[in-house]
């Protein structure tokens, strides 16, 4: 254990070898950790005495300590039961049986109140209330996706977690984080595609809850959990390692990094982590009809094309932050003269644009400024534009370059997605609609 302030180390422990799993009470007075002789051991830390032990019937994938530090749960494959409950020196008891699942994977989080804790196995998301034991809500995932081993909840009873798809070999590509309403299943943003460490999806949420960490090959991403945005990275690279674990100080102040070749290192955050909330209380959210906004499209510098959910459409004066003069128009029966639904490439832009602050120059010449709301907030934002790049032979669009490059529209056929070109061509024929007066 070491002095975070004085990088020193002030004590050790010795605790049996072959150790597995290990998480330190959140009273940090005790260390629970799991052996590869199938052994749950829980330690002193001032005097390094074993206080309590539990055998198990198989290794530990997943370990976890309630916030009360009254008990610890863990989930692996041992026969029928995967999930096991503990009080320190009484018998552990199973809660889950008879998941179906191909990988050996899953994960624990708890709620920070300890009522609640959610386990994953490959797919599937299961959550138990922590007093009783009964099962609170069972979300099977769908079998084209990869839930990673990380993942947080809020307090308003959401899930973030890193998605990929599974492609034709079953390897998970193109993660992106996720976040999902624990009651209704769903899914309320995705982020851009993220350069995931070779390690893992590693994932901590600061304890405000107003944003969360991943782990990339770049190093520590910070995203806002109000909408996914990424607002900024803390550069991190060790020659032939990557990031083996993220963790948080209580206060958010401290962010260790554990790196695959045993290093460990604490960066001091400060203030310097601060969620750039977007401002946008002069931009209407809904239509005169009362229509929540969808997207709002630049057609040319000072004039926006705002499209509606049920199908109305405005024109705006303004800039990237505001509406000044809003001016509704009518398109008889547009459907026949657009390539896409405008619910489509909503849907499509969520899940696809590249993250980027309309107030600072595109990224290439030919694109096109692309606002996303949900819930009448904006959420994502960037610029839309295609690009050929003759020696990928690959088309650009945001974050994703080309899925295949022989055939970029590939991924359309296989997953049901849009292309970057018919998303293209699907603004590009909305802003057709504008009068030209």
Known sequence: MWDVETAQAVSRIKVAKGVNLARLFPTGDRLAATFDDMTVRVYELASGEKSASAHQTGRTVALAVSPDAARVYWAGFFGDAVLWSWIPGENPKPLLKEVFTFEKRCGLSLSRDGAELWCFFEWDLVGFDTQTGA???????????????????????????????????????????????????????????????????????????????SASKDGVTFHSMRSGRAFGVLPFEVPGAGISCLSLSPNDRFLAVGTSNGD?????????????????????????????????????????????????????????????????????????????????????????LQQYDLTKPPPWGQSHPVQVFIGGELVVEGYVGVESDMEAHTDIFGLDFGLNAENPSVGERLDGNLSARRILDGIVGLLALLPTD
Not at 179 to 204: A, F, H, Q, V
């Open 135 to 213: 099962e609170l809500a069972r979300f099977r995932g769908s079998r084209s996706e990869d839930l990673g081993d990380g993942f947080v909840l809020s307090s308003e009873r959401c899930a973030v977690a890193v998605v990929s798809v599974l492609n034709r070999d079953d390897e998970p590509v193109r993660p992106r984080l996720r976040k999902w309403n624990l009651e209704s299943g769903r899914t309320l943003w995705n982020s851009g595609i993220m350069r995931i460490s070779p390690d893992g999806s590693l994932l901590t949420m600061a304890r405000s809850e107003r944003w969360l960490a």
């Open 264 to 352: 460990l290192i604490v960066y001091d955050l400060g203030d310097s982590i601060h969620e750039s909330r977007v401002a946008v209380p002069r931009i209407a959210a809904c239509s005169r009809n009362g229509s929540p906004l969808l997207l709002r499209l630049r057609n040319r510098t000072g004039q926006w094309l705002k499209v509606h959910e049920n199908g109305d459409l405005e024109r705006a004066e303004g800039d990237a932050r505001s509406d000044t003069v809003v001016t509704p128009f009518i398109v008889s029966d547009p459907g026949p003269r657009l390539t896409e639904h405008p619910a489509r490439l909503h849907m499509e832009l969520c899940r696809r």
